[in-house]
Antibody, heavy 118, light 110 residues
Framework: EVQLLESGGGLVQPGGSLRLSCAAS????????MSWVRQAPGKGLEWVSG????????DYAGSVRGRFTISRDNSKNTLFLQMNSLRAEDTAVYYC???????????WGQGTLVTVSS | QSVVTQPPSASGTPGQRVTISCSGS????????VNWYQHLPGTAPKLLIY???QRPSGVPDRFSGSKSGTSASLAISGLQSEDEADYYC???????????FGGGTKVTVL
């Protein structure tokens, strides 16, 4: 059974940093592309960043490029999102999502809440 | 503002058919497959339709997808109370080099 478990969310001040993790199990993690998708309060889903599987190229949404860094540790089956220079508009539930053959997201985690506020 | 547009809401009575549109451009829906997700707030989003019309195993055949140029549609026939949720279309955008989601459509069962 595929499981994705996010952690690392919390309250952080504007300008601060936070590192999210996503522990994966139930599939060959190193072979699959992964993404982070977020949902701000009262808003829709927004793709944030993605990373390839075996060839770990990365992509970012324009709203986070230069501030967020996606990475993965295939030896620990874990996906990360390093978030720097956080802004109030980054407040959201952040979901980890597994990509199937770069075509769609077939599994999602339950999400972790990030709140950026002073 | 999303580059892919959906109506904010749709509704129907039990048993009715509801259709949700998803309008994009030549850089996303016009050249890449559309996927649909069902989302209940506070839960993990669920893949509903992929590659325009394909249903993952376990998704009822009441849900169907279609394509027309730079637009896509999701139809829910035989609407049921458990279908009350938010529905999102998504596609890869070649210009933005990222996934774009529609703004979401909240389906209400009257």
């Amino acid at each position: 059974e595929v499981q994705l478990l996010e952690s690392g969310g919390g309250l952080v001040q504007p300008g601060g940093s936070l590192r999210l993790s996503c522990a994966a199990s139930g599939f060959t993690f190193r072979s699959e592309a992964m993404s982070w998708v977020r949902q701000a309060p009262g808003k829709g889903l927004e793709w944030v960043s993605g990373i390839g599987g075996s060839v770990a190229g990365t992509d970012y949404a324009g709203s986070v490029r230069g501030r967020f860094t996606i990475s993965r540790d295939n030896s620990k089956n874990t996906l990360f999102l390093q978030m720097n220079s956080l802004r109030a508009e980054d407040t959201a539930v952040y979901y980890c999502a597994k990509s199937y053959d770069d075509r769609f997201f077939d599994y999602w985690g339950q999400g972790t809440l990030v709140t950026v506020s002073s | 503002q999303s580059v892919v547009t959906q109506p904010p809401s749709a509704s129907g009575t039990p048993g009715q058919r509801v259709t949700i549109s998803c309008s994009g451009s030549s850089s996303n829906i016009g050249r890449n497959p559309v996927n649909w997700y069902q989302h209940l707030p506070g839960t993990a989003p669920k893949l509903l339709i992929y590659s325009w019309i394909q249903r993952p195993s376990g998704v009822p055949d009441r849900f169907s997808g279609s394509k027309s140029g730079t637009s896509a549609s999701l139809a829910i026939s035989g609407l049921q109370s458990e279908d009350e949720a938010d529905y999102y279309c998504a596609a890869w955008d070649d210009t933005l080099t990222g996934w774009v989601f529609g703004g979401g459509t909240k389906v209400t069962v009257l």
